[in-house]
T-cell receptor
């Protein structure tokens, strides 16, 4: 149980294009999902908290117009990197929390999406 | 500011030995802690968790110890196997802070055959 998927797993795009990454909770409902960014050999950096049916909450220093988040249903959140540039190349990971049950404060992570911007 | 950190960035152990990965935290309001395992190119995988009203919790081959007095968390892996090689992160959660997780810097565990 508590499986989270991400799509795509790897994407290469040209500078200036936009890329959408999907995060799905497969066997549970997730009112809250989180988006992280991870640089090589570093820990996870929280970018934003995605709440179903409302606007995402962004961490300080994260541009909300650059990283668009949509959480339209209880099982899907999307992150769109707009007008991507090489410095946006990174490993993006989402996580989800169960809406109900004994582990509503545990975050379960997706497998990550490797974005490379040329 | 408040932070979660790890003492050792890399831990090398012999296959079959026990491993101990340590983590220090500084937020006394943290009430829930999780250990994650991350293999190269993959997302973090939940291993075990512990709440602040406990000081020990055991899983399959893993044990988490929590010492609230010195704000210290450890992950013990029994009979370490090559498949245990990964980076391990501790994370702390403060219930009244939106249930967000703060991650430590990570420890790389290398298991020698």
């Amino acid at each position: 149980g508590a499986v989270v998927s991400q799509h795509p797993s790897r994407v290469i795009c040209k500078s200036g294009t936009s890329v959408k990454i999907e995060c799905r909770s497969l066997d549970f409902q997730a009112t809250t999902m989180f988006w992280y960014r991870q640089f090589p050999k570093k820990s996870l950096m929280l970018m934003a908290t995605s709440n179903e049916g409302s606007k995402a909450t962004y961490e300080q220093g994260v541009e909300k117009d650059k990283f668009l988040i949509n959480h339209a249903s209880l099982t899907l959140s999307t992150l769109t990197v707009t007008s991507a540039h090489p410095e946006d190349s990174s490993f993006y990971i989402c996580s989800a929390r169960q809406s109900r049950g004994p582990k509503t404060d545990t975050q379960y992570f997706g497998p990550g999406t490797r974005l490379t911007v040329l | 500011g408040e932070s979660v950190g790890l003492h050792l960035p890399t831990l090398s152990v012999q296959e079959g030995d026990n491993s101990i990965i340590n983590c220090a935290y500084s937020n006394s309001a943290s009430d829930y802690f999780i250990w994650y395992k991350q293999e190269s190119g993959k997302g973090p995988q939940f291993i075990i968790d512990i709440r602040s009203n406990m000081d020990k919790r055991q899983g399959q081959r893993v044990t988490v110890l929590l010492n609230k007095t010195v704000k210290h968390l450890s992950l013990q892996i029994a009979a370490t196997q090559p498949g245990d090689s990964a980076v391990y992160f501790c994370a702390e959660n403060v219930n009244n802070a939106g249930n967000m997780l703060t991650f430590g810097g990570g420890t790389r565990l290398m298991v020698k055959p």
